[in-house]
């Protein structure tokens, strides 16, 4: 676990989130797995969403960027 996934009290924060808009809708789904949000992220932008991936460091991530989250 590393220290930015770590919250004042000591315990687990998730460390990904996912936000997909389209048209006037929002979703956001927060993971701990950086292979689980991507593929998420692939399903919702498939489907026609505008989909972000922001990282526990607070770095974002377009469609073209989800694989430097599975590189790490």
Do not use: H, P
Not at 47 to 52: A, C, I, L, S
Request: glycine share 4%.
């Amino acid at each position: 676990i590393t220290r930015a996934m770590m919250d004042a009290c000591g315990e687990t924060e998730l460390a990904y989130k996912m936000v997909a808009e389209r048209d006037n809708e929002t979703v956001k789904i927060e993971r701990t797995s950086s292979f689980v949000i991507v593929a998420k992220a692939r399903i919702w932008a498939s489907e026609g969403w505008q989909v972000v991936i922001t990282d526990a460091d607070g770095k974002s991530y377009a469609l073209s960027e989800f694989d430097q989250l599975l590189a790490a």
